[in-house]
Every structure is written in structure tokens, then in C-alpha cells.
């Protein structure tokens, strides 16, 4: 939010919540009802549209999403090194609210103004006048709106919302205080509203111009350098008319330099050319892949999880993974997804990047999923993939000291008392027993081949603790559940972390992802992985040391 929230900042739906979407339902069912129902004559291919273009908009700006986060963990072309905190994704979550708003105006403009009724698909006229409307006016009320805003009045009420996010994403570009946004879209209304009136208008030239506004707004935010520089060498006047996204990443890290919105020919023109725009945009070009000092491996868990994944849903993976009844509606779509990831992606790629001390972080993602949910054959593909993300993180020279989850699927048919076993000292091996009943024990080590008949049979009071990463199912409201094995992260890692482990809470790490983290600081040159187990009290006084704290409160299941 803006330092000095002004009048008109919050969305008029904000309270409606996750519920914002029906405001909207009359006018979609009416629609869809009229496009059925009426005979060919009778339908209005337009106003049906505009439901479905909303949700094209919605998919087209998450793939931006997933396509930003995959390149900028990635490293190469990334423009600015600065990871992104939850703080600024709770704050980017209402990147829909223009969505929602442009929806409702575009239905009521369709009953306010018959011109709108009957539009034909395509009006060559009315793609031109929508472009020269826009290289014109628009862009040239942008610039000097946008230079207002920067004003120290309507910047500490508005615009200051925008420029919390100082590494921007996608999303980024359409986060504005409602106010803000109404002039913006008074603006974007000039060409369109133009053409309507002159009876110019088509379907075409309303989604067309509305499509590369989004893709330019996703473009300039992305983070990541993608325009290439032969494009300038063949027409060079290009640079006055296209923006790149290094441009504007200077604006959000310089704040008074490049302003346009679009097209940088007023910047050049009025002087607020950024003069390291060009030097910034050549060595984000050359930026090449980055090479991690640590790899921390994970793979998918279940159908759902590809939602909470960082690539993802952003607003889900920034909360402990954890079953949404809106996601159960999208299971055909959930499927399709499954199959294309972990059916004919075959190999790990990287999901995510972090920095601590000087270490550079990388989670791998095992495009198969867990032991519990897949057959045979995902088994066996799963423990190839493992190999050979091994034996690629070898060539770059890094070690893999983290399996996470994967630890299960080397060890599954093995038993789990003695595998324990192996991982205590001489003196802790006697205080750890098989339990045959749940009459006297009031601690329980439980894995994942723990049963729901088994919980049931504990004693009131018993403390469950998992030794897997899967947190167990909350059964018994008399017993208590204590968090898989995780600490804490140190205040300079979490001022880059966006995204929850699994079922972990915020700015919280598994123990096995904080053992690879504290190997590669340590200097320990070996392998951890399977049921291989360096020293267990060396690694807990370590990771002290590095500011871990422990997990006092429990994670939910």
C-alpha cells in the first residue's frame, strides 16, 4: 500500500475477497445464455466473447509468471540480482482486479452503447486508427500522468504502491491503487472508444489492442532481458518505439528516468532518458546462465502440487501447501498439466534461486511424483531422473547435498526402525524401540508409511513426530503434532525467499535442504542423500552457527 493511502485506493470489491469473481456471473450466464439460446441471427458473438477473453487474459499473465520465475532463477539475461520477499507477493495478489474491473466496464458498455452490439470480427480501418491513437495520444498523456505521479503528493498517495516492488515481476505492471488504474484505463479507452464511435470498431482490434497491452506490461516487468539486439541493428529508429525490459527495470530502481510507458521516444525527447539504459540492456543480453554452489532436489507430491509450485500459482506457493476446494474444479485441467510435466518433461530443470552469504541456491525440480502416489514405472523413472540430475550437477561442479523428499524412494521397502537406527549415536540406539502397541509410548516417530488405523490406537496426550517431510494427517484433536524436521531461516536468507517447502510454514526450511545449505558454507565434501548421514551433531551446531533457530511451532498438517 501507498506510505500515505489517498481517497479510491482500495478496489470497491476488496471486501467481497476470493468472492470478487461474482460480480461478474450475471452478466457471463447471460451471455453464454444468449449465444445458445438465440438463433444464429439473434447471437452477438461479441458480447459472449468477453467472458472467455477475460479468462485468455488470466492465462496469458500467468504464463508470464511461469516464465519469469523459471528464467530469472535460472540467471541468464536476468537484469536485477534482488530476490523478491512474501511481503511483495501478498501485496501483488490483486493483479486481477484490473481483470475484473475491465470485465465489468466492458459489459456495461455493451449496454450503454449500441455501437458496441454487432461487431464484426475484423475492420482493417479500425486497426490502424487504434494504432496511431495509441503511438499518439495515449503514449504522450502516459509520460507526463506518469511524471505527475512521481510528484511527492500524488506519489506518497498512489504511485508509491507500484514501486514497493523494486525487482518486478509480470504482475507487477498491473498493481496500482484503484484510483491510479481509472486514469489508466481512461486512457486506453481513447482508441477504443474512437473506433466505436466512427464505427470502426471489430472484435479484433478491442482484443488485439487490449492483448498487447498485457504483453507489454508483462514484457517491461518480466526481469529478464528477451529482446534481441539484432532487431536494433536492422531498423535502429526501433529503440524510439519499443521499450525493452531492461528500460524499465531502471525506472523502479532509479525512479526518476525512464518514464514512458511504451515507447521511449518521450524520454528521449524531454531528457529522462536513464543513461545507463544502454549499457544495462547489452550486459543483461550477455548475462549467461548462473552455476549454483548448492542443489537442493524435490519433485512433485501430488496432481495438485504443480498449482504450488514458485512456477506455479504465486499465491499459492507462498503459503504451506494445503488443499483448496477451488482447485478440485480445475482436476481436467490439473491432469492435462500433470501429463505434460511429468509425462514429456524428462529431466530436472530449475525451480528456484537464492542467495545466502555468498552462496548461490538452486532448487531442482524431479518432474515425477511422490513414492505414495505414483506406480511402478513413474518409480523407476523418478530414481533415473535423480541419477541423472546427480550426475549433471557433477559437471557443473556442484554437490548435491539435499534430496528432500526423494530421500523415500530409496528407502521405502526398507525398514524404518533400523534405518533410524543408522542415523544414531551408540547411546541414542536404546531409547529407540519398536512399537507393537500404543499403550505406554507417549512419543511417537512416525514415517510415511504410517496408517490412519495406527493413529487411532495412541493413547491420549501421545506427541506424534514425523522423521519424513510429510507432515501426518490431524486425526486427534487429544494428541499433538509436532513439525516435520525444519529451523528458521537466517534474517539475510529470508530477505530473498518467496515461496514455502511443502507443507513448511513462511521463511521456513527443511532440515534436509539446511543440510546442504550448511555443507557448501562448511566446506563438507561429500555427498547426503538416501541413507547416507554425515554427522548429525556437527551439522545441528552449524547450522546455529549460521543463524538457524529452531522450529518451536508446529507446522500444519
Known sequence: MASKPGILTDWPWKPLGSFKYVILAPWAIHGTYSFIAKGESGRDLGYFLIFPFLLARMLHNQIWISLSRYRTAKGNNRIVDRGIEFEQVDRETTWDDQILF??????????????????????????????????????????????????????????????????????????????????YFMLFTIPLLTTVFTGTASIASFAGYITFIDFMNNLGHCNFELIPKWLFSIFPPLKYLIYTPSFHSLHHTQFRTNYSLFMPLYDYVYGTMDK??????????????????????????????????????????SWPHSSKWYLRLLWPVTLFWSVIISGIYGHAFVLERITFKALKLQSWLVP????????????????????????????????????????????????????????????????????????NQKICLVGDRWIEEEQQKAPKGTLFIPFSQFPPKKLRKDCSYQATPAMIAPTSLISNMHSCENWL?????SAWRIAGILHALEGWNVHECGNTMFDIDKVWQASLQHGFRPLTTPAAA
Open 102 to 183: 475491465n470485465g465489468a466496464i466492458f459489459y456495461i458498455g455493451y449496454m450503454a452503447l449500441p455501437q458496441t452490439h454487432n461487431l464484426p470480427l475484423w475492420e482493417s480501418i479500425g486497426l490502424i486508427i487504434t494504432a496511431l491513437l495509441h503511438a499518439g495520444p495515449v503514449e504522450f498523456l502516459y509520460y507526463w500522468f506518469h511524471r505527475a505521479l512521481h510528484h511527492h503528493f500524488l506519489y506518497s498517495r498512489y504511485h508509491s504502491h507500484h514501486h514497493s516492488s523494486i525487482v518486478t515481476e509480470p504482475i507487477t505492471s498491473v498493481v496500482h491503487p484503484f484510483a491510479e488504474y481509472i486514469v
Open 505 to 509: 510454514p513462511r521463511r521456513v526450511m
Open 276 to 317: 545507463s539504459t544502454d549499457t544495462l540492456y547489452e550486459a543483461s543480453l550477455k548475462r549467461p546462465e548462473e552455476s549454483p554452489d548448492v542443489v537442493h532436489l524435490t519433485h512433485l507430491t501430488t496432481p495438485e502440487s504443480i498449482y504450488h509450485l514458485r512456477l506455479g500459482f504465486a499465491s499459492l506457493a
Open 368 to 439: 515425477r511424483y511422490n513414492i505414495q502416489y505414483i506406480v511402478q514405472w513413474q518409480r523407476e523413472a523418478l530414481n533415473t531422473l535423480i541419477e541423472e540430475a546427480i550426475l549433471d550437477a557433477e559437471v557443473k561442479g556442484v554437490k548435491v547435498l539435499s534430496l528432500g523428499l526423494l530421500n523415500q524412494v530409496a528407502i521405502l521397502y526398507k525398514d524404518e526402525y533400523e534405518k533410524l537406527r543408522l542415523r544414531l549415536t551408540t547411546e541414542s540406539k536404546s531409547n529407540l524401540v519398536i512399537s507393537t502397541s500404543f499403550t
